[in-house]
Structure formats: C-alpha cells, structure tokens
C-alpha cells in the first residue's frame, strides 16, 4: 500500500524558513516523480516544486524559484522541500503527491504540476508565514 507522510510544517514569522519532509512507502520510487503541491484557503491547489527520483532532475513553478530547493534521499524513499525567505503568501497546507514518470510524460516533455495525473497524496502538512 502506497503512502506518503508529510511533516515539518510549522508557524514561521516573513523571511524565515522551514523544510517540509515527505516519507514515502510501499512502493520503490525509482522511477516516480515526486511533487509539492500547496493549497490555500479558498484558492485552487497549485504546483511548486517537483523531482523525477530516477535522475533527480527538478522543476520548480515561478512562486518557488530561487527561495525553494526539492531534494530527495532514495536511500531514505523521503524528498525534502527547504523553503526560505517565506512570505505570508506561502501560507497554505503542503501536499507532496507521486506517481509514475511516465504518466506525466506527453509531447515529448514532462507535465509535473497536473495534480489530476497523480494518484498517490500526502495528507498534508500546514506552514503558516505570519508576523
């Protein structure tokens, strides 16, 4: 049975930082992209960063670029979310998702932020940015 678990979440003041953890089990990720996905209070659940667990190849959607790193020990079956320079816009509950590469694959390029194509959810971990 596929499971994620998210942890790390927190109450973090602007400009502060938090890694977000998602421990995977029941499957062997070797071959899975592994996503965050967050969403806010009355707003659609968006992207943010996603790594393909076969290269480790990342992407990352424009809100996290350059203030959020994915990482992932497979050693470890977890992928890390190290935020920083958190702003109160990135308040929201923090989902990781998984599933195969080759689902997100098309046209000959990856689609890693179609939360619809994943199969595999986290229960969610909640970061809050306030002063």
């Known amino acids: 049975q596929v499971q994620l678990v998210e942890s790390g979440g927190g109450l973090v003041q602007p400009g502060g930082s938090l890694r977000l953890s998602c421990a995977a089990s029941?499957?062997?990720?070797?071959?899975?992209?592994i996503t965050w996905f967050r969403q806010a209070p009355g707003k659609e659940r968006e992207g943010v960063a996603c790594?393909?667990?076969?290269?480790?190849?990342?992407y990352y959607t424009d809100s996290a670029k350059g203030r959020f790193t994915i990482s992932r020990d497979n050693a470890k079956n977890t992928v890390y979310l190290q935020m920083i320079s958190l702003k109160p816009e990135d308040t929201a509950v923090y989902y990781c998702?998984?599933?195969?590469?080759?689902?997100?694959?098309?046209?000959?390029?990856?689609?890693?932020?179609?939360?619809?194509?994943?199969?595999?959810w986290g229960q969610g971990t909640q970061v809050t940015v306030t002063p």
């Open positions: 029941g499957f062997t990720v070797d071959n899975y992209a």
């Open positions: 998702a998984a599933d195969l590469l080759q689902k997100l694959y098309y046209s000959g390029y990856y689609f890693p932020f179609e939360a619809p194509k994943y199969d595999y």
């Open positions: 790594i393909r667990t076969n290269d480790g190849g990342t």
